[in-house]
Every structure is written in structure tokens, then in C-alpha cells.
């Protein structure tokens, strides 16, 4: 009797550690395929395009696309060189932009503003460089302008610049090229000439 005590209470045991072995190898699966899930890229990041961060004064640079935003200015009334004006509230936005691989397609089809949830796209009314033809290795310059509500030249704002690889609603897929904007500390002009559109100096 003394003898198989231990065999039967060693036999008793071992079902009870193969039950914890699979529960504990259970639980690391499970946390395992929740981290998985968590690290896993929506499958729309596959064609998001590829961010490069801009600053005002210095040039930026994607796949096909240098630019430089040299000024942002506001105010209540746009002009440009042909006399075509337009009140209201204006964010204009003063760039030089390239191509660097290929002019072959390589419009500025993309110049899009996101601000307090809301998306906003530069005017094509006037003399703008809205979907402006760019030159490989020769910057072009001019203006975007972007009409606002009354009441949104205040908070953050996002600037967002590519060359869009379909049509000019298409994501580019081969970068973009985003701008932070403080809208606060913009001073808000009467009147804003846009740049007429021709060769950065």
C-alpha cells in the first residue's frame, strides 16, 4: 500500500497538468492573434500614399514631386494678374513645385486642405496653379487658393500636394507631400494677389 500511493497520486496528477499545459498554450495563442490583429495594416494602407512632411521655406520631396511652399497668406478678397477678383475668406497658399522623374502626366492634381474634420480643394476659378502642368527639374511658381467659411481661419489645418497617378480625384500612389498650417498666427489681409503662374526664380 505504502508503495503505490505515489504512482497513483503522481497518475492523478498528470491529467490535471496537461489541462493547465493546454489552457496556458491557449491563452498565448489567443494574445498572440489579438497583437497580430492590432500590428496588421488595413487593407486599404496597401495604396495610402506615403507621407512626406513639408515645412514653409524648404523644399519637399516625394517620388515625382519637389515642392516648396514659400508663403501663406489670408485675407477677404483674392486678385490675380487677369483682373479676376473674388470676395470671401481666402487661405492662398504660395508654392514653386517640379516634377523629378517624368512630366509625362505629372499635374498638381492633388492640392486638398483638411481642416476641423472638413476637406477643402484649391479654386480652379482665376488664374491659380491648381492642376498645373510641372516640368521635370524646373520649378514653376504661382498661388492655390482655398475659399473657407467665414469662421475657419482658426486652429490647425493640413496641406496636402501630390500628383495623382489616375484621375484628379485618385489617391497618388507614389507620395504625398503634407504641410501643417497655424492658422492663428496667419494675419488676415484685405486683398491677396495671387501669383501669376510661370518660372520659379
Given at each position: 500500500m505504502t508503495d503505490d500511493a505515489p504512482a497513483a497520486g503522481t497518475a492523478a496528477r498528470t491529467p490535471v497538468v496537461k489541462t493547465v499545459l493546454v489552457w496556458a498554450l491557449t491563452l498565448a495563442l489567443l494574445a498572440a492573434a489579438w497583437g497580430l490583429v492590432k500590428v496588421t495594416l488595413p487593407d486599404a494602407a496597401a495604396q495610402a500614399p506615403f507621407e512626406t512632411v513639408a515645412a514653409i521655406g524648404e523644399p519637399a520631396?516625394?517620388?515625382?514631386?519637389?515642392?516648396?511652399?514659400?508663403?501663406?497668406?489670408?485675407?477677404?478678397?483674392?486678385?490675380?494678374?487677369?483682373?479676376?477678383?473674388?470676395?470671401?475668406?481666402?487661405?492662398?497658399?504660395?508654392?514653386?513645385?517640379?516634377?523629378?522623374?517624368?512630366?509625362?502626366?505629372?499635374?498638381?492634381?492633388?492640392?486638398?486642405?483638411?481642416?476641423?474634420?472638413?476637406?477643402?480643394?484649391?479654386t480652379e476659378r482665376g488664374d491659380t496653379f491648381a492642376a498645373q502642368q510641372l516640368v521635370t527639374g524646373v520649378p514653376r511658381a504661382g498661388s492655390l487658393a482655398f475659399e473657407l467659411p467665414s469662421d475657419a481661419l482658426t486652429g490647425t489645418a493640413t496641406l496636402q500636394l501630390g500628383i495623382p497617378t489616375g484621375a484628379v480625384i485618385d489617391v497618388?500612389?507614389?507620395?504625398?507631400?503634407?504641410?501643417?498650417?497655424?492658422?492663428?498666427?496667419?494675419?488676415?489681409?484685405?486683398?491677396?494677389?495671387?501669383?501669376?503662374n510661370g518660372w520659379a526664380r
Open positions: 520631396v516625394t517620388r515625382n514631386l519637389e515642392v516648396t511652399v514659400t508663403d501663406v497668406r489670408a485675407a477677404h478678397r483674392v486678385t490675380d494678374s487677369d483682373g479676376w477678383s473674388a470676395d470671401g475668406t481666402w487661405l492662398v497658399i504660395d508654392l514653386e513645385a517640379s516634377s523629378r522623374l517624368t512630366q509625362n502626366g505629372a499635374l498638381l492634381g492633388l492640392s486638398r486642405l483638411e481642416l476641423g474634420g472638413r476637406e477643402f480643394t484649391a497618388p500612389l507614389d507620395g504625398m507631400i503634407v504641410l501643417t498650417l497655424d492658422l492663428d498666427g496667419i494675419p488676415v489681409d484685405d486683398e491677396a494677389a495671387l501669383l501669376e
